[in-house]
């Protein structure tokens, strides 16, 4: 018997997640559909797809070639989920609404009786606004022009909650925020729908301020999960969608290595990316990749000051990866700039070694400096920034399953937050 095809529709798709979710989801083939607006309407007549996803720029686009679309569909007015009818034609749902308010669930945002901030007027805002509507809360929609506008955003600075659906600070252009959070005094709550990276600007200082915030992975597996059971006309537990996000954030999520100079941290972190096959990046190698010189020389050369400027480029290109392994010069942690494009996708781990074991050699600032006397500098901002802790011992072998192991204990303790 022929297999039969399920997918996801859209324009630019190479960066989906949606076939590792939905791997994760069942035992189907499930296929990325890339295609200009013009071969749309050919594709949905034709018999190469059981069922399908759509993402944008498409989701109204199908609307005219279904025979049926479904209630929460015509509410939000868009089509992320189309199967076909078992008395011919093709039916539209969206799964998105179910997707946002298992969000809201999950990160324990309220929005009943609260001023909420729609960024963004595009489709995944209509998603938002029938969400906060149906729980009791007041969507106030921020856009480029109109009555509500960025320029004058600061007249809801008591603002409750603020749900960003445009794509302001999502992949490949992280590191900006759609809006400055030092206006809202009043929050309790954030939410991004962007999933990559996993901590936007957004989330980040969000974050920082000690607001609860989410971000976009657990509204797409939830969504996705709901797309599954519309497939196959089956119900799945909602306990599948943490599982999920799990399993999706450890394969995407980097690891990023921090620690004292000369602790082991590239030979540790090539031995734990062939071990659970990740991508190994060096921050010292993307140096000499932008700089065409190394570390040691940029700083004799031209000093400290220059030498930290090109590693927070290095910093900044790097973080922006998923899946990958990454071992940072032992002074990264000196410039607090280095801090969020690191952690926007990573996990930061310190790796610690004796100082005695520690060598100098070829470190200009180590051997200037003195190693203990840097360590006793450096110790209190490895501390800060580590999400968790890792020795580094003489086997690569076994210093990879200890990081490991130290990841398992973290995520069982914090459970993958944001």
């Known amino acids: 018997m022929e297999k039969k095809i399920y997918g996801l529709l859209g324009e630019r798709l190479s960066h ?21 607006e013009a071969a749309v309407p050919a594709f949905l007549a034709s018999d190469r797809f059981e069922a399908i996803n759509v993402t944008i720029p498409y989701k109204k686009t ?61 489709g995944a805002s209509m998603t938002a606004i029938a969400v906060v509507t149906d729980r009791g809360g007041t969507p106030v929609v921020i856009s480029r022009s109109g009555e509500n506008h960025y320029g004058n955003i600061a007249r809801h600075a008591d603002a409750d909650v603020i749900i960003n659906t445009t794509p302001v600070g999502m992949y490949p252009n992280n590191g900006v925020s759609p809006v400055d959070l030092a206006v809202f005094d009043h929050l309790s709550g954030v939410v991004d729908m962007i999933y990559n990276p996993c901590r936007t600007k957004l989330i980040q200082d969000a974050l920082v301020r000690g607001i609860p915030a989410v971000s976009g992975l657990v509204m797409l597996v939830a969504q996705a999960k709901r797309a599954s059971e519309l497939f196959f006309d089956r119900s799945l537990p909602d306990s599948v969608i943490e599982e999920v996000t799990r399993t999706v954030r450890a394969a995407k999520e980097n690891i990023v290595l921090i620690g004292m100079p000369g602790c082991g941290k590239s030979t540790a972190g090539r031995a734990l990316a062939e071990a659970i096959g990740f991508d190994f990046a060096d921050t010292d190698e993307e140096i000499v990749q932008i700089s065409g010189r190394t570390p040691a020389e940029i700083i004799r050369e031209d000093g400290e000051d220059a030498f930290r400027r090109i590693e927070h480029e290095a910093a900044m290109n790097l973080g922006k990866r998923s899946g990958c392994v990454i071992a940072t010069g032992g002074g990264i942690v000196t410039r ?41 500098k450096r110790l209190p901002l490895y501390e800060a920034w580590a999400d968790v802790r890792a020795a580094c011992l003489e086997n690569p072998a076994q210093t990879a399953a200890g990081i490991l192991a130290a990841l398992r204990k973290n995520e069982e303790t914090t459970g993958g937050s944001t």
């Open 16 to 36: 989906s997640y949606s076939p590792e979710i939905h791997a994760a989801l069942g035992d189907y083939e499930y296929r990325l559909f890339e295609m200009e």
């Open 62 to 122: 199908v609307i005219p070639y279904l025979t049926e679309i479904s209630d929460a569909a015509k509410k939000i007015g868009s089509v992320n989920t189309i199967t076909h009818r078992p008395g011919g034609g093709l039916r539209g749902d969206n799964t998105d609404y179910y997707g946002f308010a298992h969000m809201l669930d999950t990160a324990g945002i309220h929005v009943s009786g609260k001023k909420c901030l729609i960024l963004g007027s595009g």
């Open 336 to 376: 607090r700039e280095n801090y969020a494009p690191l952690s926007q996708n990573g996990t930061l781990v310190f790796l610690t070694r004796p100082v005695d074991e520690l060598s100098s050699a070829g470190r200009p600032l180590s051997q200037a400096q003195g190693v203990q006397a840097l360590y006793e």
